[in-house]
């Protein structure tokens, strides 16, 4: 089945950086365009970022020249650089399929917490 298997959060201080892993199995994952989801405490699930198959990406406005997307196919990995963390950044991430592809069965995600 589809796993999906989110890594790398943690507990940091304003300004500081953490590097997200999400390790994929279940799909073809050199064809898939994948993204980095939140979801913080009473707002819905939100996309931070994604990247093609080929390499281009997307992000949302408010990590927009902070955060960094990229991908391994060879590990079938997407990861997610976050520098300059805010507090407003603090929320579970998870990743999944993108760009319109169905969604598959979430996985537990890893939580981020950003002190002030």
């Known amino acids: 089945q589809v796993q999906l298997v989110e890594s790398g959060g943690g507990l940091v201080q304003a300004g500081g950086s953490l590097r997200l892993s999400c390790v994929t199995s279940g799909i073809i994952f050199s064809k898939t365009p994948m993204g980095w989801y939140r979801r913080a405490p009473g707002k819905q699930r939100e996309l931070v970022a994604d990247i093609t198959s080929d390499g281009s990406t997307t992000y949302t406005l408010s990590v927009k020249g902070r955060f960094t997307i990229s991908r391994d196919n060879a590990k079938a990995t997407v990861y997610l650089q976050m520098n300059s963390l805010k507090p407003e950044d603090t929320s579970v991430y998870y990743c999944?399929?993108?760009?319109?592809?169905?969604?598959?069965?979430w996985g537990q995600g890893t939580q981020v917490t950003v002190s002030s």
């Open positions: 999944n399929v993108a760009r319109g592809w169905a969604w598959r069965s």
